[in-house]
């Protein structure tokens, strides 16, 4: 069938039963990804197939590390800028339309991850089998993308599931796993890894039929009657969430299955459409940055290794001792260290409902939990790779306890610290092997957010760097290096923002208004609920640490309501009072009007220091600037982070903002150096990073 044929990213190969079975192994790529020289071999084959029916088809992967990771954005990307969206998309339907209507029976074999594009191929089979090893993972997340499943995906998946299951899976972007995917009918048959390609053998010998239970609940939730229903029930509970103008895709796909009917071309011909449209918009041009940014970040390390084994955290608060229960996630042997076990228990406690939630089975909590232990003593200093530094923000404690503990350590461990603030110049001085001294600072809370800021000093060595950096990855976290300077990246840039709101409360403006504001800019969380939740002793702490060097003061409603002991959140009271982990905001009063520059306010200084830190080289370039706001303080990602958004609003417009509300509001306002910088007028920085 394919004798004198060779291609480059799929092997195919016929077994004695006559079943081909077509392996993808992208070549020159450590993922599979389709692009479109991939599409066009499989097309080949298909077409080969259609003249020589075999007894089956399975489709595999020969790459360890999943069946398929999706389309190729940076291909993707380049379609984009050339106006071809439409015609990509439309020879992606038509490739696995082919697939589709096989004369035989087609299995896609899957472990590891399915994702976008490559779920889309595995639609398009008629059955599909999934590896039950826990790094099988199969979803639709193009909407995080801006736009939705185009190659068949939004077409498909409702009428093999039913319409609510699938739009969840496609409107949340979220991944199933293996027993997930088998519950809700998305794959066929599970198996051992090693059995993965006979399973799906098995099925095209012994082919099933579907539950009627789940045909039936297909038929239903898709007929014309059923669409009218339930697509304004999704947009309600969507717009709950997120903002049209601000996420344009979830309402795009949502209205694009209600106007689908029975026939698949017609469902496809809407799908296409759909999907070219949105490819054009502000927000998919700037999530798919915000992509390749993070790709960017995961890729820092190189092929660094970390060599870390075993990593000490002295501090069992609630940073250090989220950063221990992390590490130990992670496979990470741990000693965590405070002064009496009374201190160190709490973090344990912590460290077992976060195993639980995330490892889910005994076998596989227990030995996290083994790995996670109390060290009052700090007898784990001596065999430490790492120790890391978590006590509280006070300089001396700090440079104390290096003095103390440095001379244990192994010659070639590192020496890091947590702090969030203070000057890295300042607290090496303390330190006798600065090259290995540097910042790993950790978000709160460390289980949700994505960044660690490798904070740097002068002496540091450039090896051990990337050591840190390395270290990252092996926790699933993206890091960004930062100059050590006060506040580095994400603190230097949020407590402007912060201080700014607490003051607008101070003056009267409500708190449920302020929050409003800053949610409709598109942040994730307002900046009083955020206040709150840091905790106010923190924001008066960290605002105490930088105010000299960022020109501001601390609001007298912060230092006021620390004093009375309010902290926020953890002691279920701060500028709003807390009740089982949620503020209680309180009603405003609907006569009450906010000033028109409110969302100035609150914005443009966080903007304003965001341009000071690219100026001060706090970070190497402005794609690392807008990665680390992004994923350090979840800034409005369809804006594609903070210097994305001044140059698409235009520097010059931004400045003037900031001349008028300094000359109404004080000095606080006035620009900071670095708006008449070159780099502010540049173009796009996604494109030098799909590059």
């Not at 071809?84 to 020879?91: H, K, Q, R």
Request: proline residues 7%.
């Amino acid at each position: 069938m394919f004798e004198g044929l060779r291609f480059q990213h799929w092997h195919p190969a016929r077994d004695d039963d006559g079943i081909v079975v077509l392996a993808l192994n992208r070549a020159g790529s450590s993922v599979n990804a389709l692009s479109r020289a991939v599409l066009d071999e499989l097309s080949e084959i298909v077409e080969r197939l259609t003249f020589e029916p075999p007894k089956g088809v399975v489709i595999r992967s020969s790459k360890s590390a999943g069946f398929v990771v999706g389309a190729d954005l940076k291909e993707f990307a380049g379609y984009e800028a050339s106006g071809g969206v439409l015609d990509a998309i439309e020879n992606g339907q038509r490739v696995l339309q082919r697939l589709a209507r096989l004369p035989c029976p087609t299995v896609a074999a899957i472990h590891g991850a399915c994702m976008g594009g490559g779920t889309e191929m595995a639609l398009a089979c008629r059955y599909r089998v999934a590896s039950r090893d826990p790094s099988t993972r199969i979803g639709l997340p193009e909407v995080k993308l801006g736009i939705f499943p185009g190659w068949g995906g939004s077409a498909r998946l409702p009428r093999l599931i039913g319409a609510p299951a699938a739009l969840e899976l496609m409107l949340t972007g979220r991944a199933a796993s293996a027993e997930n995917a088998k519950a809700i009918g998305l794959v066929d048959a599970l198996s051992s890894p090693e059995l993965l390609v006979e399973t799906a053998k098995e099925l095209i010998r012994h082919p099933r039929t579907r539950p009627f239970a789940q045909r039936a609940t297909a038929w239903a939730t898709n007929t014309w009657p059923a669409q009218q229903i339930l697509a304004p029930m999704l947009v309600k509970q969507t717009a709950a969430k997120v903002r049209k103008e601000h996420y344009p895709a979830p309402f795009a796909l949502i209205e694009t299955w209600r106007r689908g009917g029975s026939s698949v071309t017609q469902r496809l011909k809407l799908e296409a459409r759909g999907v070219a449209k949105l490819a054009t918009t502000p927000t998919a041009r700037n999530l798919i940055r915000v992509f390749f940014l993070q790709e960017r970040l995961k890729s820092l390390a190189g092929g660094a290794e970390h060599g870390v084994k075993h990593v000490h955290v002295v501090g069992a608060g609630v940073m250090g001792g989220d950063i221990a229960a992390w590490c130990a996630l992670r496979g990470f042997d741990v000693t965590l260290q405070d002064r009496e076990m009374k201190y160190v228990q709490p973090a344990l406690d912590r460290a077992k409902e976060l195993f639980a939630k995330k490892l889910k089975t005994p076998e596989r909590i227990d030995p996290a939990l083994a790995r996670l232990k109390a060290d009052v003593e700090g007898g784990g200093i001596a065999s430490a790779d790492l120790l890391i530094e978590a006590i509280f923000e006070n300089a001396e404690a700090k440079e104390a306890l290096y003095r103390a503990d440095e001379p244990k350590l192994k010659a070639d461990a590192l020496l890091a610290t947590n702090t969030s603030s203070i000057p890295l110049d300042e607290l090496r001085r303390a330190v006798a092997a600065p090259g290995r001294f540097l910042g790993l600072h950790y978000f709160n809370p460390v289980a949700l957010m994505p960044l660690i800021e490798i904070v740097r000093h002068d002496d540091l060595d450039a090896a051990n760097e990337k050591r840190a950096l390395a270290f990252c990855k092996a926790l699933d976290k993206l890091p960004v290096p930062v100059k050590g300077t006060p506040g580095f990246l994400v603190n230097r840039i949020l407590m402007p923002y912060m201080l700014e709101a607490a003051r607008a409360y101070g003056e009267g403006i409500p708190g449920p208004v302020i929050d409003k504001a800053a949610k409709k800019f598109g942040m994730p969380m307002g900046p009083i609920e955020l206040i709150d939740t840091v905790g106010l002793d923190v924001a008066a702490s960290v605002g105490k640490e930088l105010g000299p060097f960022l020109g501001l003061d601390i609001p007298p409603t912060l230092a006021e309501r620390v004093e009375n002991g309010k902290r926020g959140k953890k002691d279920g009271e701060g500028l709003y009072v807390w009740k089982d982990g949620k503020p209680q905001k309180p009603e405003v009063d609907p006569n009450y009007v906010a000033p028109d520059d409110l969302e100035d306010r609150l914005l443009l200084p966080m903007l304003n220091e965001a341009v000071a830190c690219l100026h001060d080289r706090v970070v190497d370039d402005a794609d690392l600037l807008d990665a680390g706001v992004i994923f350090g303080t979840g800034f409005a990602p369809f804006r594609g982070g903070p210097i994305q958004h001044v140059r698409d609003t235009g520097p010059d417009v931004l400045k003037a903002k900031l001349e008028a509300l300094a000359q109404k509001y004080g000095e606080r306002f006035k620009p900071r150096p670095g708006w008449d910088d070159a780099v502010l007028a540049g173009g796009a920085v996604g494109a030098k990073a799909a590059a």
